[in-house]
């Protein structure tokens, strides 16, 4: 038996839309695997002997989009561990990619054929929510950029960057938008409605 092709959901939206804890809910309901391309980064970040260790701390702090090259071999490695322990888990949440045109150029370089992307799921939220959801998690999350000066510079590469791959997907009909403003729960009963019909 040949193992499955992996089927990919890009889950985007601002910094704080609420995109991780969605994802949980979408992995305990309909069975995904959720890769956060952020966790990913820090963990990097984390490792001892990392040679990106510094370079994605002085990224994240200043709301940089990391070089692809760094990210998409992050991502790969987590789905071909995922498949080699189950082959049967093909079905893929990456959280927070592609965030700009050299993600999505690495993506179609180092992807195309290995995996399908079935359809984008965005979290649209206004930039004053998502300051607040982050600025309240800063309080306890440790993360360096959950504070006012990294929050400013997330914002302005989400809009400048990140908003532009979003309306690509939107022109061949591939973006499910989900208002991410409401309650965690009314949330996730728009995500639900996605999901029941094609997730
Ligand atoms: N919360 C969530 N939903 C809520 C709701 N409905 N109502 C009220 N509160 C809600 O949620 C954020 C906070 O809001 C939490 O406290 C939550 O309880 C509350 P979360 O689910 O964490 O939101 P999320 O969208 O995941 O926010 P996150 O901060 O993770 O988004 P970012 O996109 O900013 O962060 P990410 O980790 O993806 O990336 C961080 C940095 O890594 C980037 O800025 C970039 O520098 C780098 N990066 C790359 O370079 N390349 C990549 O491919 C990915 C990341
Ligand atoms: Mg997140």
């Not at 002085?58 to 760094?70: F, T």
């Not at 992050?74 to 927070?96: V, Y």
């Not at 959950?146 to 989400?158: Q, V």
């Not at 938008?177 to 996605?194: G, H, M």
Request: glycine share 10%; proline share 3%; charged share 30%.
């Amino acid at each position: 038996v040949h193992a499955m092709k992996p089927q990919v959901l890009f889950v985007l939206g601002g910094p704080g839309a609420g995109k991780g804890t969605q994802c949980a809910k979408i992995v305990e309901k309909y069975g995904y695997t959720h890769l956060s391309a952020g966790d990913l980064l820090r963990a990097e970040r984390g490792r001892p002997g990392s040679q990106y260790g510094e370079l994605i701390e002085s990224y994240i702090r200043d709301g940089k989009i990391v070089p692809v090259k760094i990210t998409i071999s992050l991502l790969e490695r987590a789905m071909d561990e995922t498949m080699k322990e189950n082959s049967e888990k093909n079905k893929f949440l990456i959280d927070g990619f592609p965030r700009n045109e050299d993600n999505l150029q690495g993506w179609n370089t180092n992807m195309d054929g290995k995996a399908e992307v079935k359809f984008v799921l965005f979290f649209d939220c206004s930039n004053e929510v998502c300051i607040n959801r982050c600025l309240e998690r800063g309080k306890s999350s440790g993360r360096s950029d959950d504070n006012k000066e990294s929050l400013e510079k997330r914002i302005k590469t989400f809009l400048e960057s990140t908003r532009p791959i979003i309306e690509q997907y939107q022109k061949v009909g591939k973006v499910r938008t989900v208002d991410a403003s409401k309650s965690l729960d009314e949330v996730f009963a728009e995500v639900q409605k996605i999901f029941d019909k094609e997730g």
